[in-house]
């Protein structure tokens, strides 16, 4: 059976592949940025990251956060008190452990995070709803090989249903590399 053409070249083509997520993902930073737009003068991409880390893992230890997020803990340290100042943020005590410190959201900072949520998943959608039904379904199949093969699990179940209850963010899933 002959290999099927794309106007870049065979299907099958990593580089054609490539070229295709890499556009995707130009798109993408775009809407991330725009759902942003409205919070930028109090929240960066990255401090953004931190929140959706917060939001769905809950009350977590500096380190922790600094790990998930790949950066170094004095960076985390930094940025925490910069959310802490924003009132998104803040510190409390573990109970069960009184040396150790955690770090969550306010009420503040869950509305930033599932106002931004809001504005791009409403943004995605406007852009989705263009594909036929056929090509939605494909999508989704590609994507979620591609979120596996990079060894991600979707967030998308806890960040954007409203139906799951707030003690579901806390818990364990797959942080994004990038926002």
Do not use: C, Y
Not at 8 to 37: I, K
Not at 129 to 155: D, I, K
Not at 159 to 178: G, K, N, R, Y
């Amino acid at each position: 059976m002959p290999e099927r053409e794309t106007p870049a070249g065979p299907l099958d083509d990593v580089d054609a592949v490539t070229r295709a997520v890499l556009t995707a993902s130009r798109l993408l930073v775009d809407v991330s940025a725009r759902s942003l737009a409205e919070v930028e003068e109090r929240v960066t991409l990255p401090q953004f990251r931190m929140l959706v880390v917060l939001s769905t893992r809950g009350a977590t230890k500096l380190v922790t956060l600094a790990d998930l997020l790949q950066v170094a803990p004095s960076t985390a340290m930094r940025m925490v008190d910069r959310l802490i100042a924003a009132g998104l943020a803040d510190r409390q005590t573990n109970p069960d452990n009184r040396r150790e410190t955690r770090l969550r959201l306010t009420e503040e900072g869950r509305r930033t995070v599932e106002n931004v949520t809001a504005r791009r998943r409403a943004e995605i959608t406007a852009i989705v709803e263009h594909l036929p039904p056929q090509q939605r379904a494909t999508l989704v199949e590609a994507l979620t090989a591609f979120n596996a093969a990079a060894g991600e699990e979707s967030l998308a179940p806890v960040l954007d249903d409203p139906e799951i209850p707030q003690q579901v963010w806390a818990m364990p899933v797959a942080v994004p590399h990038s926002a």
